[in-house]
């Protein structure tokens, strides 16, 4: 188990291989916390992907929860990119996974 530190360095790295590779989106799975109340590191991811959106290092970001056909960030990402619909993560409010769109 990372400390929070470790894993937001772990997700800085990954998002510039992401952008290396030219990927424009990164389907995050950072956990939701052993006792499934919400960990640190998913509540810091979250938090640092809002700063990154704010200072326009990422495009947006849809967290696990409201990853559903009836979110309207979702739903147009999903019009966008039809694939996603079968996301096994779609629909199933995982607080674990965040879809980061670069």
């Not at 109340?37 to 509540?43: E, F, L, M, S």
């Not at 640092?48 to 147009?76: P, T, V």
């Not at 993560?89 to 674990?96: I, K, T, V």
Request: glycine letters at 10%; proline letters at 2%; a positive charge.
């Amino acid at each position: 188990m990372p400390q929070v530190h470790e894993a937001l360095q772990r997700l800085d790295r990954e998002l510039v291989l992401a952008r290396q590779d030219k990927a424009t989106l990164l389907k995050l799975i950072h956990g939701y916390g052993s006792t499934g109340a919400g960990g640190d590191i998913r509540i810091a991811v979250q938090k640092r992907l809002l700063e990154m959106i704010q200072n326009g290092q990422i495009r947006g970001c849809i967290f696990g929860e409201n990853w559903s056909k009836s979110d309207d960030a979702a739903w147009k990402l999903l019009q966008s990119h039809p694939d996603l619909k079968n996301d096994s993560d779609l629909g199933r409010r995982n607080q674990g996974i965040t879809v980061v769109l670069l």
